[in-house]
């Protein structure tokens, strides 16, 4: 059982400047989430002039609880001036919850942040969420869909209510916001899933092994027929094998292109690709900038 979460920044563009315009940290849930979910994250921010982060997003679901903070004439939130962006001072804040399941992007994740405010996250693994979702995660791919305030809508069961640490971004300290993530998503009651173990156990092979290239090669590998694995996917992650490979296979692109010097046709190669044009083409799709782009905003 994980007892850190992941320390890496893949996928996110620009991590650097990330950690300096807001604070960022990642948890883990409760040990009996451990399966399903990869971690908790969370955000908090004060700032005095807009900032726009880029994810290319992972093969992943995510459930999403924010509250905003502004108001107070000077654009930070701090009505109570001690910094933390509470009014008040106790602690909480005042602006409402807002709550979304945000399925599997296929596109550049953009999202400006303003003024003062928190974000508490759930990353599921790859193929985690359907037990609590029980029906095709490929339904939810490139979607956002909105919550009840501070609650999760169980498919077939009432509403769960937040649980009794109450809105995940109510909380003050980052262990009652995770203890309010822990009793949402214990609520929505999941259930073992052999399938979504197995699902999740592939995509993180995927991951995890850069020489993972083609999905032929893959099926061949864990002897599962290529149609199995296709299908498998699409009901538990949300999109095919052939799409989580180039994903993860990118993300390595862009933390590489952020680590300094290097040569493209080389790392083309190392990834895949039949040429540096296919990996250019690709990378500028997926981040919004070329790879030598990148490469120098970063530096």
Known sequence: MRQRP????????????????VRFRRHLPAEPLRPWVEH????????????????????????V????????????????????????????????????????????FRITLSGTGRVSGVQFRPGGFHPFWRRPVSDLTGRRVPLPTGRLTCPD????????????????????????LDALLTAWQPEPDPLAEEAMRLAEAIRTDRTVL???????????????LQRLFLEYVGVGPKWVIRRYRLQEAVEQAAGGPLSWAELAADLGYSDQAHLVRDFTAVAGVSPAAYARSVR
């Open 40 to 63: 908790y994250w969370l955000i908090d921010w004060a700032l005095s002039t807009p900032f726009e982060q880029r994810v290319v997003p992972h093969p992943a679901v995510n459930v």
């Open 6 to 21: 992941r320390g890496d920044s893949r996928g996110i563009l620009d991590p650097g400047r990330l950690l300096r315009e």
């Open 157 to 180: 069961s009432p509403v769960c209510g937040s649980g009794p640490s109450g809105p995940p971004t109510s909380a003050a300290s980052d262990d009652e916001r995770c203890r309010a």
């Open 214 to 228: 083609r999905v032929d090669d893959f099926a061949a590998r864990h002897d599962v027929p290529v149609r199995r």
């Open 65 to 108: 609880f924010r509250r905003d903070h502004d108001g107070d004439g000077n654009g930070d939130g701090d009505r109570d001036g001690d910094g933390d962006g509470d009014r008040d001072g106790d602690g909480d804040g005042d602006g409402p919850e807002s709550g979304e399941v945000a399925g599997v992007g296929r596109d550049l």
